[in-house]
């Protein structure tokens, strides 16, 4: 059975850090592109980022560029979202993600996360 078990999430001020984690078990992490999506409350679930099954390609979304990283560790089994500078927009439900693919729908998921709330002061 796969599992993606995120953590980190919290409330934080405009212009603070989160770093958000997910350990995953019951696949073959390093065969799978990992990534985070976020759903805000009354909007759709969004793209944030992915990371190559070696670890070597990231992609971010244009939102975040330049303030978020993704990494991970294949010995571990995990993934983590570096989050600098956060914005009240930033505020949602933040998805860990894998997929076989680099189409970032969330149709293109093979399996999810249950979600970590991340919220933003201003």
């Known amino acids: 059975q796969v599992q993606l078990v995120e953590s980190g999430g919290g409330l934080v001020q405009t212009g603070g850090s989160l770093r958000l984690s997910c350990a995953a078990s019951g696949l073959t992490f390093s065969s799978y592109v990992m990534g985070w999506f976020r759903q805000a409350p009354g909007k759709d679930r969004e793209f944030v980022a992915h990371?190559?099954?070696?670890?070597?390609?990231?992609y971010y979304s244009d939102s975040v560029k330049g303030r978020f990283t993704i990494s991970r560790d294949n010995a571990k089994n995990t993934i983590i979202l570096q989050m600098n500078s956060l914005k009240p927009d930033d505020t949602a439900v933040y998805y860990c993600a894998a997929k076989e693919s680099y189409v970032r729908r969330p149709a293109a998921v093979d399996y999810w996360g249950q979600g970590t709330q991340v919220t933003v002061s201003s």
């Open positions: 990371i190559s099954a070696s670890g070597g390609y990231t």
